[in-house]
């Protein structure tokens, strides 16, 4: 069993709808990481948190350490925010990541 | 803003062949590292340093071998390249800010096709 485990692994939407993306982790940890990778490849950090909850734009991220479940939400969707969605953690006392296997979400206009 | 480069973002070579591939970052950041991805696949980390003259094997098994000289500089080299090692390589730096954690930021990767 992976110890970083995402869902769904796949999610197509429709332009405007409010999207949410699941992970579950079953290790300690001291941060979280959700990345974005677009089909080009290339991968940006959207947000690192290790507790309560981020916003940035139309992105919010929030994080139950009791749970061990974090929760990424885009609101008001847009083909744009296409791409896969990756969520990492940085186990405790380690400073490597490990990786979820990834939500491809598709919003069509 | 991240200022983490790679080169080359496309590579195409033969069976055999020795390669480089570049990885530079500009914000002083002491932590490099290097993974591995197949399509539609995770990231598995192949490679990792923790400073200059530090360098460590990952999770995943790799056949390619690193250096880290300079703070800015983290190459990654296949001696003999072969179909297998056909994947992205990418890397990514961080540095311990504001705790006891680091926000990895990631280069644009190399697309690598061995024939």
């Known amino acids: 069993k992976n110890e970083v485990e995402q869902s769904p692994q796949n999610l197509t939407a429709q332009e405007g709808e409010f999207i949410t993306i699941n992970c579950s982790y079953s290790?300690?940890?001291?941060?979280l990481h959700w990345l974005q990778q677009h089909p080009g490849g290339g991968i940006v950090s959207l947000f690192m948190?290790?507790?309560g909850k981020k916003k940035h734009g139309r992105l919010i991220a929030t994080i139950n350490i009791q749970e061990k479940h974090s929760s990424l939400h885009i609101t008001a969707s847009h083909p744009r925010d296409s791409a896969v969605y990756i969520c990492a953690v940085l186990k405790g006392g380690a400073q490597k990541l490990v990786f979820g296997q990834g939500t491809r979400l598709t919003i069509n206009p | 803003e991240a200022d983490i480069y790679q080169t080359p973002r496309y590579l195409v070579i033969g069976t055999g062949k020795k390669i480089t591939l570049e990885c530079s970052q500009t914000m002083g950041h002491d932590k490099m590292y290097w993974y591995q991805q197949d399509p539609g696949m995770e990231l598995h980390l192949i490679h990792y340093s923790y400073g200059v003259n530090s360098t460590e094997k990952g999770d995943l098994s790799s056949e390619s071998t690193v250096s880290r000289i300079r703070t800015e500089h983290f190459p990654l080299t296949l001696e003999s390249a072969r179909p297998s090692h056909t994947s992205q390589y990418l890397c990514?730096?961080?540095?311990?800010?504001?705790?006891?954690?680091?926000?990895?930021?990631f280069g644009p990767g190399t697309r690598l096709t061995v024939l």
């Open positions: 948190l290790s507790s």
């Open positions: 290790v300690g940890i001291s941060a």
């Open positions: 990514a730096s961080s540095t311990l800010a504001g705790g006891n954690y680091n926000e990895q930021f």
